[in-house]
């Protein structure tokens, strides 16, 4: 296969995906009981104004799709009326034009609370996530390059355990830790009611709020990348190109360096990609337990508070996420790897 | 595999003589024996009813109560030992549906190949890029939390690394000589699955297991921690999810929270000892470290100065 | 020993040589044992044997390159008189490549998958000739790409972008890239198709008149021997078998396994020739038989064979072979 041929199969692949996911997300919320959709425009929480904007906008007197009324099969409705008429193809439009419903707890148009969440969870998982590819890695390099020493043993031991975690317990125990014996911030993004002097300052605040969420992520996640690495590069190690090297005179630090890395690199960055829905599901733990207002949290919240056009659309935002974050992964991958996309002369 | 490895009888004499799998194994065991035994190991009934005093929420542990008292007064060490009983059986039936759906859809796309693998594969694609843990939480927010619910979900939601996983097993079997003769001689589809290429797929689906139990423990977990339990039983899950939004933080109640995070991990660590363990077992791969430490030396009986340039001929 | 060199030190002479591989609790096993040859300047050695029979495990100890598990527990390695196994690992390293280089057999696994031939060949110029210039290197390389018939405009290929005869080559390219003194070749034609094999054989051969280079040329095939090599060292099961020149191997041979592998091979001057295979299989490192490692396979084989190993008997200066068949009594030997 071409390279460019791989970067657009890619691309429509992806494309398909979401488009998947979005059809998912539709029927997902019309299918299940409860049909929130339509219970939703009678939740006593929104004004009649509010109700009468959703019915409209979302079409719910219009048939679900065509030749169906509802997703009710044994009630079968027009098949004749003009397919974009229907509350699925008002649905798609709605969300092309960024219109994901009005939160039933907040009464504001769920893309606006979105949006500003989105920003916080990648805040988190970016400090988290970098903090735990650095030291994971390290990690394995150490315990792979020693293999089979007590280094190894050790570094493998707190892995496995670290892995075992479950991430919202570890998150519980770290707070009820740095809370009492730290004191450190019990939850959210900044404190309330306190007015900054300057920039400075609220930087310190929400670098302090920052701590405990991203430790936990870190701990959670190095784990993994830990031992993700360390298999890796021991396969790696055992190649014939590594004695190659060696018999070519390189110390083990310049093999490591120009060898091992870059091959050890490949799996990792396939199963950092494959791993992408744990990560998601690492933010709604940490954001839970923590009360950071991001996307993860808006799940915990929407739960609760059954705010189900909140729970559609951070689930449909994060599925995206995930999907394109994916993308990103495998094309690093094939600019990693020299194989992918090239033309093999042999 | 099978062959190579001298059968199950080897994988269980290499799994014996592994520590990481034994460890895991023995965690194991203890925690289903321990799940068995709850109505004798525990000191109280859980599902008595009784009088519960504002002095017995959340009481330090006591010789009463040696794991303390809960946000409803009842004895934490009892919920704990019954919370293993909900945890091990979400555990075991979700991870026997996932590896189920898993190991069929994955058998048949690498064993049919061609049109049918294309599609299902593309599908397990798709369902291994979306979050699995948005998604259960929005079904099961969506449906009626109770613990049939989730073993649905989790299970249906869990098998797609298994299925890729028996696909390509299978797709290196198939090329087998073996398979590639019983084909030859007339064998049907059926047969050659049952009888050649499902029992070299077999031991791979055990260590899948292994793996996807412990996944399956910590998404039920997560699940009631969030909220979505079943209300009627108390999964390590709920407890964390009572002493979480019922104030055990605030109150400093530790013996609320430690106790069931304590037998998730174990549970988890447990399995996930023993999936490696067990993988060693069936897949003993001897590598080359190129870079071990160098003792190549060490062991070197030096020649006495100046030895004879030739010394071929003389004993 | 040959005459005509006699007076000269040889190149590298390999003494006793004895390697034991190590597996706690069981005792370790003698992959090795008393390994005496001589390389001169110029001269190419071939090292012949079955699978097994220790002639790779000879060639990692030489540079030593032994995997964790193996010790080298007797002997000496000298080259040019210096002797290798004094040499601390920094030492030892900035010498590996620079005056002992490898030619691995597979050049699809011995070459790094995601780096280009040329960066691969430039690094150890760059590592033992401190040559940091890119134009220089870029140079050399096409220069040694060239050497080995390969266009020098494919340096910034990767390794999967060529034939499995080009990847070879570029081996040997790599292998010649700072002048080496010795080159191992390590089963260099496995895996390659005949006509390409005869390529690399020719290749090789060029290159040893053309740059005056020693090889040790390691192989289970006689065929390639007699084509390449002046003298010839059968190994069996980690021991020596026979040692002589090409010539005596293959017209009188002494020792009972050269001569069944010679009947194992086509001899081209006897098309009506039998092939005939030899009975057995090599012994395994854990279970050696007590006396000879051949007589469980020997045609020849009497009581004494399973009592004590042979040692190595001279039959002329040059020709040695470890056999009681031929024992002289003025060997020494009991």
Redesign the interface.
Known sequence: MHRSTYLVSKLAWAAFTILFVIVLNFFLFRILPGDPARAGVRDPRLTAEAQTAIRERFGLDKPVINCFASLNPLEPGDCAVNPLDTQFFIYAGNLLRGEFGISYHTNRPVVEVLGERLWNTLLLIGAGQILAIVLGMALGILAAWKAHTPVDYGALGFSLLAWSLPTFWLGIILLFWGSAYLGLPVGGKYTPGIDYANSWEQFADLARHLILPSLTYTIVFLGEYMLIMRSSLVDVLAEDYILTAKAKGLNHFQILKDHALKNAMLPMVTIIALNLGFTVAGAVQIESVFSWPGLGGAIYEAVNRRDYPMLQGAFLLLAVSVIIANLIAELLYSYLDPRVGRVNQS | MEQATGGYRGVWRRLRRNPIGMIGLTMLVTAIVVALLAPWLSPYDPNAVSRVTIMDVYQPPSPEHWLGADDAGRDVLTNFLYGARVSLTVGFFASFIAVAIGGLLGLTAGFLGGRTEGVLMRFTDIMLVIPDLPLAVVIVALTKPSLTNIILVIGLLGWTSTARLVRAQTLSVKQRKFVLRARAIGAGNRYIMRRHIFPLVLPLLVVNTVLVISLAILNESTLSFLGLGDPATLSWGQMLNYAFTRGAMSAGAWWALIPPGFGIVWVVLACTLLGQGLEQALNPRLLTHHLAADRTLTALRRLPPDPAPSSEGIT | ?SHEVKNRSPLL?V??LSV?Y?DPPHPPAAALREI?FTLQRGEALGIVGESGCGKSTLML?L??????A???????VRLDGVEL?DLD??TM??????RI??I?Q?AM????????VGEQIA??IR??EGVGDRRVLARRVGELLDLVGIAANRRD??P?????GM?QRAMIAMALACSPDIVIADEPTTALDVMIQAQILQLLADLRRQLQLSILLVTHDLGIVAELCDRVLVMYGGVMAE?ADADTIYNSPAHPYTQALLRAFPDPTRPAQKLAAIPGAPPRLNDLPPGCRFAPRCPYVFARCHMAAP????ITPTH?AGCFLVANPQ????
């Open positions: 020993m002479a003494n006793h034991d190590v005496t100890a540079m030593r390159l032994l995997p964790a193996g010790r080298i527990v007797a002997g000496s196994l690992e920094q390293a900035a010498l590996r490549w620079k280089a490898m691995f597979g696994n011995a070459l790094n998958p995601v780096r280009t690094e150890a590592l033992h290929q990767y999967f972008q060529y034939s499995g990847r040692y040692p190595v008997y001279a040695s060997g020494g030997a009991a």
